[in-house]
């Protein structure tokens, strides 16, 4: 029976040490535990959604640089495209220019070549004309020393002239 | 742990083996063994510590002994001034009687010593008290915070949260956070009090009427405080029944406002004493066929110490249990007594107690 009996000590004391450790416990622990484990809830939730943000993010990041990748590369094939069209045009205006410049040289150069034949033709002619001048001038010389021969060639040159 | 706790029991056995080695001298000096009288010694409080008796030699710590008397005020000493070698005599106009101390005179006297109990009690609450400010502080440093908790902060952690989604969230719901630090308080004052209640050689706290009766009656003011009008209205005026059947009903509804914490008081208590006597009553089999035969005893040791090691497994198991369902009742009653307030939209729905 004496089972059942609260003693008084005990419930004096225990009542006590419960409110006792109920307020050393509130301030000193389970406000600490408490915020500590909702701070961390709350650091898990707001990191997985900014990782799914990011996640998002990424995704759009990566398309958005395959379509810069594929506009690069259309802007790239244009290019060369471009490049060498300008390239083949310029080839061929380059030849075309060579042309009519080798033309023009060869013309001026037969002109040339013509005027100096020309003139080497007529210096030519003119000292041909000068050494028969002076060949016949010597001949003429030589052979009109004597009177014999003088008359000979005049008879032959009158001759001649009578012909013509 | 089986060792250790048969050196608990070992001045039980001092009888039988002085026994078997003076059987003529002690046979009409020597008392009969009597279990019953040892296993309610043992889960009761005492004023002196026991551990265990050799012979002649008492293992005993003796307690302080605080006593307030009208005629005579505080009187402080200790236990063991009632002991003068093996008589129990009279000190400052006190007796000892059995575990009660008594004024010679018969004037009324209040004994508030700090018994076997009340020691045991107040050193595992030092342990509560340094090991959960020791995880707060962890806490506050941000370990468990920023980073993965730590040490006894995992053993902590699961059994906190399960408090707060099992007990405190569903039965509280939005009020839950203010009731929260009371609740984490009386699971770890039970738990921690049954646990070392089952080491060997440790006092029965928890299995104690008056332990159980201080967490009920706190209970009890916490639940009346918490009650709101229409909590009463529907105690003293059941809606929607008959009025013969009202006028049955009322007095059952107000009864039952004092017998949820009654119910809370002689759960705990019960179970934490039947798992005591339980473990003794195991034990002391040992030595009740010891008695008859030595070696029936010692035959039946093997046994008695594989069921004993059973129930204190589910001793172990019941403590948590206990605390839990004290805790989650505690909840249960608090939300009852507010619930169907303004918050609540029809207000007649009434929460499933276990």
Redesign the interface.
């Known amino acids: 029976m ?14 006590i ?2 409110g ?3 307020f ?3 301030k ?10 909702d ?2 809830e709350t ?1 898990i939730a707001n990191s997985i959604a900014t990782a799914e943000k990011v996640k998002l993010e990424m995704a759009q990041l990566k398309s958005d640089n395959e379509a810069l990748l594929v506009a690069a590369r259309e802007e790239r094939a244009i290019m060369l495209k471009e490049a060498k069209e300008t390239k083949d045009k310029m080839i061929a205006q380059a030849k075309d220019e060579a042309k009519e410049q080798a033309a023009k040289i060869v013309a001026d150069a037969q002109i040339t070549i013509h005027q100096q034949k020309m003139a080497a033709l007529t210096d030519l002619k003119n000292q041909v004309g000068n050494l028969v001048l002076e060949i016949s001038e010597k001949v003429l010389r030589k052979e009109l020393s004597d009177r014999k021969e003088q008359e000979n060639y005049i008879h032959q040159l009158a001759n001649e002239v009578k012909l013509n | 742990m089986v060792a250790a706790f048969s050196l608990f029991c070992l001045h039980i056995t001092s009888p039988v083996f002085a026994q078997e080695h003076e059987p003529v001298a002690h046979e009409s000096a020597e008392a009969k063994l009597d279990p019953a009288k040892i296993i ?1 010694e043992h ?3 005492a004023h002196e510590w026991h551990f265990f008796t050799l012979g002649d030699f008492h293992a005993s710590i003796p307690l302080p002994v ?1 006593l307030y008397s009208p005629t005579k005020g505080f009187s402080v000493f200790l236990s063991s001034k009632f002991h003068k070698g093996h008589e129990i005599v009279p000190y400052k106009g006190y007796e000892m009687t ?3 101390i008594v004024a010679s005179d018969g004037t009324a006297v ?6 076997k ?2 020691l045991q ?2 050193l595992a ?1 030092i342990i ?2 340094l090991l ?2 020791g ?3 962890k ?2 440093d941000g370990q ?3 980073s993965a908790p730590k040490g006894w902060q995992n053993a ?2 699961p059994v ?2 399960f408090i707060r989604d099992e007990a405190a969230k569903p039965n509280l719901g939005p009020k839950w ?1 203010k009731y ?3 609740l ?2 009386v699971f ?2 039970i738990l921690i009090n049954c646990l070392v209640g089952l080491l060997p050689g440790s006092a029965n706290v928890t299995g ?4 159980t ?3 009920g009656v ?1 209970a009890f003011f916490i639940i009346l405080f918490s009650t709101n009008s229409h909590f009463w209205g529907h105690i003293f005026w059941p809606p929607g029944v008959p009025l013969f059947v009202k006028i049955i009903l009322i007095p059952i509804e107000f009864a039952s406002f004092f017998i949820k914490p009654a119910a809370l008081i002689i759960r705990l208590f019960a179970n934490m ?1 039947a798992g005591h006597i339980i473990i003794l009553s195991f034990v002391s089999l040992i030595f009740i066929f010891g008695e008859m035969n030595l070696i029936a005893g010692w035959g039946f040791s093997p046994l008695s110490i594989a069921f004993t090691v059973f129930i204190y497994f589910i001793e172990i198991l019941v403590a948590f249990i206990q605390a839990f369902i004290f805790t989650n009742l505690a909840a249960v009653f608090i939300g009852q007594a507010f619930e169907g307030g303004h918050d609540d939209i029809d207000g007649h729905a009434d929460p499933v107690i276990l």
């Not at chain 1, 004496?2 to 009542?15: A, K, M, S, Y």
């Not at chain 2, 104690?208 to 332990?211: G, R």
């Open positions: 004496e089972l059942l009996l609260p003693g008084i000590g005990i419930l004096f004391w225990t009542l040490a419960f006792l450790v109920y050393i416990l509130k000193f622990a389970w406000n600490a535990i408490i915020k500590g484990l701070d961390r650091n | 309610l889960i009761q409080d605080i059995g575990n009660k209040y004994d508030i010593s700090i018994t109990n009340v009690m107040m609450l509560l008290v959960m400010t995880i707060a502080k806490y506050k468990g915070v920023t902590m952690e906190i949260t956070k929260f630090p009371y984490l308080t770890f004052f104690n009427v008056a332990f009766i201080v967490l706190i004493i």
